[in-house]
């Protein structure tokens, strides 16, 4: 649906996760027995795994964690793993990799720079591994190099800076007159490391960043306190940058009484009619 928008000329895009298991909260709705494995199918034993202990989940310890630790992190494997090299050949899309923290670890408020790898608290592999893993499976499966660099840098910084942000027109991109925001890695040998069962091991083969020109990761060792980034923001504005709409209008063209293309991709608002009135 994305790339079929973007085909019409819209500015969007979506994010893909490397990975089969995204991460979330034990008392998510969508995950209460007459859902998750009535209606979709599913089962705790091959599905739902407590990141900290690496154990998979039963209804019944699902039901005993739900209502001691409603807010427990899990990790969720909601697609095969054979999809994952499928995803990354996506056109005009970006990869992505936040994750959450487990809390419980006792090293949660220490300083990150004074705690080692395999000791920070664990979490989605997608956060130390993304892009490592992201170039490796390119390698791997004959997808263009210059296709994932362009979903890493590039595509995000493009679309953003589209918005009108132009701190993102200046990054994305090896070009005099841009922000020196540089990756050195090693295309036949970059390796993600990290693991569902220890999320924080850095990846290999990535000898050097650069953040707005400053070295941030030397000799493939972090810089502690380097803290080069900026905030990336959108210059302030007094003048309104929405469009009024037809009130009438969009209610013929994207209400149920609608016989036009739904979902947005008729930006022109035509419509021939509804049904209540035809």
Known sequence: ?????????????????????????INAVYLVPENWCDKLGHKYEDTMRDPATGKFYTLQTYKETLAKTPTKLINLFKMPEECEKEWIKLPGQVLASDAVPITESPYFLEDVFDVPYDKMPNCNPRTAACFGKGLRLARENNVPL??????????????????????????????????????????????????YAQGTIPTTGIPYVLVNGTLVVNEGKIVPRAYAG????????????????????????????AVVDFGGSDPDQKFTGCVCCS
């Open 1 to 25: 649906m994305l790339v079929r928008f973007q085909e019409k000329g819209h500015n969007v895009w979506g994010e893909v996760y490397p990975y089969a298991a995204g991460t979330t909260f």
């Open 146 to 195: 210059m296709h994932m660099v362009s979903m890493c840098s590039y595509t995000s910084a493009m679309r953003l800076g589209k918005t009108g942000l132009k701190a993102m027109q200046e990054r994305g991109r090896m070009q005099v007159g841009m922000i020196a925001d540089i990756t050195v890695f090693n295309p036949d040998t970059v390796q993600d490391n990290a693991t």
């Open 230 to 257: 900026q905030p990336i923001r959108h210059e302030p504005v007094t003048a309104r940058k929405s469009e009024p709409i037809d009130v009438e209008k969009w209610k013929h063209v994207y209400t149920v009484s």
